[in-house]
Every structure is written in C-alpha cells, then in structure tokens.
Nanobody, 123 residues
Framework: QVQLVESGGGLVQAGGSLRLSCAAS????????MGWFRQAPGKEREFVAA????????YYTDSVKGRFTISRDNAKNSVYLQMNSLEPEDTAVYYC????????????????WGQGTQVTVSS
C-alpha cells in the first residue's frame, strides 16, 4: 500500500488558478500510474487526469482539456495538477490515486487513494 497526501486546495475566484500536489510514501512511486479524480456534492467520483509511470503520456477528461495539466516528479515521489481558468463547475473534493495504469480513466484501476483536498471556485 502506498500512502498519498494531497495539498493545495482552497477557495479561488472563477478564472483563477490552483496547483494541487500529491506526495507518496513509497520509494517505488515510479512503478505507479497516477490519477486525479474529483467528487462534487451529490455526484459520483469522476476522472479528471492521469499520467503514466514515466510521465510520457497524459490523459484528461474533456471538460478540463486545455485548462488543467498533470505532471509528476518521480525523484520527489509527487504528482501535481495545475488548474487554470477555473470555473464554478470545478468545485469538488479532488483525490489523487495510484494504480496499475491499465485503464487510467477508470476508478477500478486504482488501489490507493488519498484523503482528498477541497477546491471551491466562486463565481
């Protein structure tokens, strides 16, 4: 099991930016594909972005393409989500997750989850 701790959430006005970070406990961090998911009140947890073990390939849900960027630093056991041009619809608890990378857009691909960080975008 790898422990994941997210940080960087907060309250921001529409059009603003936030950078989420996720620190992993494992030295074997580079063996995991990493993903970001989010869950708004009353809604299911949904895929946001994912990145392969080496960082060579990234995936995004359509609603964040061009606004969000996922990246990782394997030397620091960390993954990041840069969020620009934030919209009120981006308001949710954001979770990072570590998994095998076989189906990076699916929750079932991930065995390890962080506790989440709240992102609130005001209009």
């Amino acid at each position: 099991q790898v422990q994941l701790v997210e940080s960087g959430g907060g309250l921001v006005q529409a059009g603003g930016s936030l950078r989420l970070s996720c620190a992993a406990s494992e030295r074997t961090f580079s063996r995991y594909a990493m993903g970001w998911f989010r869950q708004a009140p009353g809604k299911e947890r949904e895929f946001v972005a994912a990145i392969t073990r080496t960082g060579g390939i990234t995936y995004y849900t359509d609603s964040v393409k061009g606004r969000f960027t996922i990246s990782r630093d394997n030397a620091k056991n960390s993954v990041y989500l840069q969020m620009n041009s934030l919209e009120p619809e981006d308001t949710a608890v954001y979770y990072c997750a570590a998994g095998g990378g076989w189906s990076p857009k699916k929750k079932s691909d991930y065995d390890n989850w962080g506790q989440g960080t709240q992102v609130t975008v005001s209009s």
